[in-house]
């Protein structure tokens, strides 16, 4: 079993930055990625940015491949979401999930409580 405690979130004014944190604990024994999704009002959840344990390997939506950056932390067993330039639709729960992977969809088996990120304009 996976736990994903999440932490960071807050109110910034457009143009600003925060960084999100994802820390897990627990047995872990999978191949698979960590990944950040986000859910605006009145929207479905989309996905974020991803990145592998194993590899290395970074994935982004298209939405936010620059301004945001996903790394990690092996030894703190921690996942960052770095947000920069951040925009009034970047206003969403924003939430770590553990055990993904890519199919028609990003899919996962672990999910954090979810931390709030308001934006101003």
């Known amino acids: 079993q996976v736990q994903l405690v999440e932490s960071g979130g807050g109110l910034v004014q457009a143009g600003g930055s925060l960084r999100l944190s994802c820390a897990a604990s627990?047995?872990?024994?999978?191949?698979?990625?960590m990944g950040w999704f986000r859910q605006a009002p009145r929207k479905e959840r989309e996905f974020v940015a991803a990145?592998?344990?194993?590899?290395?390997?970074?994935y982004y939506a298209d939405s936010v491949k620059g301004p945001f950056t996903i790394s990690r932390d092996n030894a703190k067993n921690t996942v960052y979401l770095q947000m920069n330039s951040l925009k009034p639709e970047d206003t969403a729960v924003y939430y770590c999930?553990?055990?993904?992977?890519?199919?028609?969809?990003?899919?996962?088996?672990?999910w954090g409580q979810g931390t709030q990120v308001t934006v101003s304009s």
């Open positions: 627990g047995r872990t024994f999978s191949t698979y990625a």
């Open positions: 999930a553990a055990e993904c992977r890519r199919q028609m969809d990003w899919v996962c088996d672990y």
């Open positions: 990145i592998s344990w194993s590899g290395g390997s970074t």
